[in-house]
């Protein structure tokens, strides 16, 4: 059975610091990864997207990185803003009906 | 561009009472899940649908039933509610395959007192 593993469960950074988030997984079969963004009492917003073939992928300040064989992922959040403060949650798809398993999250609080 | 849709919003039960939760999504998403979010327990699939008139059970499916009678719309019901189920609860859709990612609903916070 797949599982998802997020640490630490909270963190909090001052504005202006670069920070990676952590997430691994337990069967390296996977399809795809998909980081999400959650603020408080809101639904999940996706944020990036790595199929199983893929290294990387960017949007603005965010990086995801997949490293399947070691069961790895991390997002890398470039010059954090007190507006990135929220709930990351990382997910994987092991293609049985395209299915995720999710992570518990990291809230991340971000002060000016 | 409405995505995926919830409704209601919010909702407070009686234990014992039944109720309906509805997901539209307009995006012609062949498949449709739905979860649950609870506090420390992280989002565990309830039921998904790979297609119009089809449903299948996911992790924690006891005490819910769904339907799929339209290909944009997935329901998700309670027969008879209980404490237990007090969560919020979020539908989401996909294209068919693995080369695309999800799309959420804005959640449905319910509580059975």
């Known amino acids: 059975k797949q599982e998802v593993t997020q640490i630490p469960a909270a963190l909090s950074v001052p504005e202006g610091e670069n920070l990676v988030l952590n997430c691994s997984f337990t069967?390296?079969?996977?399809?795809?990864l998909q980081w999400f963004r959650q603020d408080p009492g809101k639904g999940l917003t996706s944020l990036l997207l790595?199929?199983?073939?893929?290294r990387e992928q960017t949007s603005g300040r965010l990086n995801a990185s997949l490293d399947k064989s070691s069961g790895r992922s991390t997002l890398y959040i470039a010059a954090s803003q007190p507006g990135d403060s929220a709930t990351y949650l990382c997910a994987v798809d092991t293609g049985a009906n395209s299915k995720l398993t999710f992570g518990k999250g990291i809230t991340l609080s971000v002060r000016p | 561009n409405a995505g995926v849709t919830q409704t209601p919003k919010f909702r407070v039960l009686k234990t014992g009472q039944s109720m309906t939760l509805l997901c539209a999504q307009d995006?012609?998403?062949?498949?449709m899940y739905w979860y649950r979010q609870d506090p420390g327990m992280g989002l565990r699939l309830i039921h998904y649908s790979v297609g119009e008139g089809t449903t299948a059970k996911g992790e924690v499916p006891d005490g819910y039933n769904v339907s799929r009678l339209k290909k944009q719309n997935f329901l998700l019901g309670l027969e008879s509610a209980a404490p237990s189920q007090t969560s919020v609860y979020f539908c989401?859709?996909?294209?068919?395959?693995?080369?695309?990612?999800?799309?959420f609903g804005s959640g449905t916070r319910l509580t059975v007192v």
């Open positions: 989401a859709s996909s294209y068919s395959g693995v080369y695309y990612g999800y799309t």
């Open positions: 995006m012609n998403h062949e498949y």
């Open positions: 069967d390296s079969a996977i399809y795809n």
């Open positions: 790595i199929q199983s073939s893929q």
